[in-house]
């Protein structure tokens, strides 16, 4: 399973911006943080980064891998949790041209 895979079970979509200061693509879950274990009380703000897309999105999803994803994390009707597959593959290709 990859991550837009992993995004299309659990309905969420995954936001990657340009940063054309730095030259930089930054790439994460929409309304996201993560923790270690469910047990965990402490959240974080998780993103990845890179040159190019792909290498953003290969950022993040090593970053996410075997964690827990937290959505709407202050939201007493709206949170929702899920375990991120430890196994994610990362992707091969680019998605756009980036020049």
């Known amino acids: 399973m990859n991550i837009y895979e992993f995004a299309s079970i659990i309905n969420k979509d ?12 930054i790439t994460s879950f929409k309304h996201s943080e993560t923790k270690n274990s469910p ?19 290969n950022d993040y999803t090593n970053k996410i891998r075997g964690k827990r994803m937290i959505f709407y994390a202050t939201s007493k009707t709206d949170r929702q ?7 994610f593959e990362l992707i091969k290709t680019e998605k756009w041209n980036e020049n």
Not at 14 to 25: A, Q
Not at 81 to 87: G, Q, R
């Open 14 to 25: 995954i936001e990657t911006l340009y940063y054309g200061g730095t030259k930089s693509f």
């Open 39 to 57: 047990r965990d009380i402490v959240l974080e703000s998780t993103y990845g980064s890179g040159k190019t897309y792909a290498s953003s999105i």
């Open 81 to 87: 949790e899920y375990d991120v597959p430890a196994l």
